[in-house]
T-cell receptor
Framework: DAGVTQTPRHEVAEKGQTIILKCEPVSGHNDLFWYRQTKIQGLELLSYFRSKSLMEDGGAFKDRFKAEMLNSSFSTLKIQPTEPKDSAVYLC????????????FGAGTRLSVL | GEQVEQLPSILRVQEGSSASINCTYENSASNYFPWYKQEPGENPKLIIDIRSNMERKQTQGLIVLLDKKAKRFSLHITDTQPGDSAMYFCAARWAGNTRKLIFGLGTTLQVQP
C-alpha cells in the first residue's frame, strides 16, 4: 500500500514567491492534515479536511497559507507570498475509518525561504 | 484550551535504563492520547496510544499511563537501547467528530551506550 506522498521533498524559494506543496493521502483515507514542523514550535496544525471539506484552517496561518483539497486523493498547500520565517518542514498526514485514530505522515517538504 | 505541554525537551539516559516523558493537556474532553516517534530524517510514526477509558497500556517495552483527573499522561521506555534515540511527540484529541491531534513540542531522547 502506498503511504502519504508529498512533493517536492525540498523547496527553495526567494522571499515574496508563491510556492505550492502537494500531498496524496493514503488511498481511502478521508481525513487530511497539514502540519508545519519547526524546532521552536513543534508540530503546528495548518489545515484539516474531512471528506474534502475544510474543517479547520489554522487561525494564525490564514493570511498567507491556503490549503485546498481538489479531490479525495490530492491536496495542495499554497504559501503566498513566502517569508523567511516560513522556513520549516511541512508535513501532510491522513487517517481513515480503517485506521481509526492513526495519523500516517508523509516524508514532508523541507522549505527554505531566502 | 488546546495546548499540550510536554517535558522534558531533551532527555539523556544510559543504555539499559528507563526513560520517562510527561505530557499535560488542557481540554478535559480529550479522549485519545497517542505517542509518535520521529527518527532523524524520517516522518513521525505512531508507537503506542491510549484511550480515555484506560489508565495503563503496555506494548514491547513501552508503557503509557493516563491520569484523567490530573489531565496528565506519560510514556515510559524500559531498557532503553540506542535505537530508541529519536524525537518523541505526545498528542491529544478531543472527543467528538474530529481526528485532529494537538501535539506537544517534542522530547529529544538520547540513549548513550
Amino acid at each position: 500500500d502506498a503511504g502519504v506522498t508529498q512533493t517536492p521533498r525540498h523547496e527553495v524559494a526567494e522571499k515574496g514567491q508563491t510556492i505550492i506543496l502537494k500531498c496524496e493521502p493514503v488511498s481511502g483515507h478521508n481525513d487530511l492534515f497539514w502540519y508545519r514542523q519547526t524546532k521552536i514550535q513543534g508540530l503546528e496544525l495548518l489545515s484539516y479536511f474531512r471528506s474534502k471539506s475544510l474543517m479547520e484552517d489554522g487561525g494564525a496561518f490564514k493570511d498567507r497559507f491556503k490549503a485546498e483539497m481538489l479531490n479525495s486523493s490530492f491536496s495542495t498547500l499554497k504559501i503566498q507570498p513566502t517569508e523567511p520565517k516560513d522556513s520549516a518542514v511541512y508535513l501532510c498526514a491522513s487517517s481513515g475509518q480503517a485506521s481509526q485514530n492513526t495519523l500516517y505522515f508523509g516524508a514532508g517538504t523541507r522549505l527554505s525561504v531566502l | 484550551g488546546e495546548q499540550v505541554e510536554q517535558l522534558p525537551s531533551i532527555l539523556r539516559v544510559q543504555e539499559g535504563s528507563s526513560a520517562s516523558i510527561n505530557c499535560t493537556y488542557e481540554n478535559s474532553a480529550s479522549n485519545y492520547f497517542p505517542w509518535y516517534k520521529q527518527e532523524p530524517g524520517e516522518n513521525p510514526k505512531l508507537i503506542i496510544d491510549i484511550r480515555s477509558n484506560m489508565e495503563r497500556k503496555q506494548t514491547q517495552g513501552l508503557i503509557v499511563l493516563l491520569d484523567k483527573k490530573a489531565k496528565r499522561f506519560s510514556l515510559h521506555i524500559t531498557d532503553t537501547q540506542p535505537g530508541d534515540s529519536a524525537m518523541y511527540f505526545c498528542a491529544a484529541r478531543w472527543a467528538g467528530n474530529t481526528r485532529k491531534l494537538i501535539f506537544g513540542l517534542g522530547t529529544t531522547l538520547q540513549v548513550q551506550p
